[in-house]
């Protein structure tokens, strides 16, 4: 079984930056996409980011893009996302989840996935 430990959540105001980690403990890591998921107080959860295997490819929903980098220590078991010029619509919590294959693409399914960290961002 997977175990997915998200940190590095907290209090931001517009216009900082936050850096998000999520370690896997419980299975071989490098094998695996790995994806960032955010949820909003009242929405449904949404596509933030992915990573393939390797880290050489990266994926990003438009509303991100520019702003966040997802990478990923396979040696550490960790992927991160680095947030910057944040905004008060990306306030939610923040999950990781592991794919079910080494290769992102739009059919790739996440059904492991960690506890959420809180990002909140002021004004």
């Known amino acids: 079984q997977v175990q997915l430990g998200e940190s590095g959540g907290g209090l931001v105001q517009a216009g900082g930056s936050l850096n998000l980690s999520c370690v896997d403990s419980?299975?071989?890591?490098?094998?695996?996409?790995m994806g960032w998921f955010r949820q909003a107080p009242g929405k449904e959860r949404e596509f933030v980011s992915a990573?393939?295997?390797?880290?050489?490819?990266?994926y990003y929903a438009d509303s991100v893009k520019g702003r966040f980098t997802i990478s990923r220590d396979n040696a550490k078991s960790t992927v991160y996302l680095q947030m910057t010029s944040l905004k008060s619509e990306d306030t939610a919590v923040y999950y990781c989840?592991?794919?079910?294959?080494?290769?992102?693409?739009?059919?790739?399914?996440?059904?492991?996935w960690g506890q959420g960290t809180q990002v909140t961002v002021s004004s």
């Open positions: 419980g299975h071989t890591f490098d094998r695996w996409a």
């Open positions: 990573i393939n295997w390797s880290g050489s490819s990266q």
């Open positions: 989840a592991t794919g079910n294959g080494p290769i992102y693409n739009y059919a790739t399914k996440f059904d492991s």
